[in-house]
C-alpha cells in the first residue's frame, strides 16, 4: 500500500511539473497569450538626455543625428501650452531631432521618479474626469518620445494606459502605479 501511495505521488507531482507555464519569453506561444507574456522595455533605465539620444539614434538606424537639447519655452511651443503643461513637471530634459518620415521628433528624459509621478498624475487626472486619455508619448525606462506613432511602431516602445483600451489586443506589463500598464499593441515590435 505504501510503494502504491508514493507511486501515486510520484507521478502527480510529474504531471504537475510537466503541466507547469514555462517562461513566457522561452514559449514559442507567448506572443498569442497577452495576459501571460512580458513587455521587454527597450533599453534603460536612462539617467541622462545623451543616453536617449545615443539609444533613439541606434534604435533608427543613424537618423536623430541632429538632436538639439530644448529650453522649457521650446518645450511648451513644441507641444503647445496645455500639453506641455501636462507633461513638463515630470520632465528634466529634452531635445528634438529628425527621423523620418518625422521632421522632429521630442525625445524626453524624466526626472528621477517623474515616469511614476507621471502615471499617478495621470490616473488622478482619469479618475477626476481632468483628463480623458491615456498619455500620447511612446515610453522607455526613464524616457519617453513625443511621436507615439514613430516609438511604439518603429522604436519598440511602449504605450503607457491608466484607462484600459477597449477591443485592442496588447501584451502588458504592470507600470510603476496600480492601475496603470505599459502597452505594446500586436503587430508592433
Known sequence: ????????????????????????????????????????????????????????????????????????????????????????????????????????VGLVLFKPDGARKLQEFWKAGLAAGTLTENPDFSFGDGFALTSEELGTDDLGLRHLWCKPVEGTSAVTEPAGVDGCVYAKTEGHH
Open 1 to 104: 500500500m505504501r510503494v502504491r501511495a508514493m507511486t501515486l505521488a510520484l507521478t502527480g507531482l510529474a504531471l504537475l511539473a510537466a503541466c507547469a507555464p514555462t517562461d513566457p519569453l522561452a514559449d514559442p506561444h507567448a506572443g498569442h497569450h497577452p495576459a501571460t507574456a512580458k513587455v521587454i522595455a527597450p533599453a534603460g533605465p536612462f539617467t541622462t538626455l545623451e543616453e536617449v539620444v545615443r539609444w533613439t539614434r541606434g534604435a533608427s538606424g543613424g537618423q536623430c543625428a541632429d538632436a538639439k537639447t530644448g529650453t522649457t519655452e521650446e518645450f511648451s511651443s513644441y507641444l503647445g501650452a496645455d500639453r506641455a503643461k501636462l507633461y513638463e513637471p515630470f520632465v528634466a530634459s529634452w531635445a528634438t531631432c529628425s527621423v523620418p518620415p518625422f521632421a522632429k
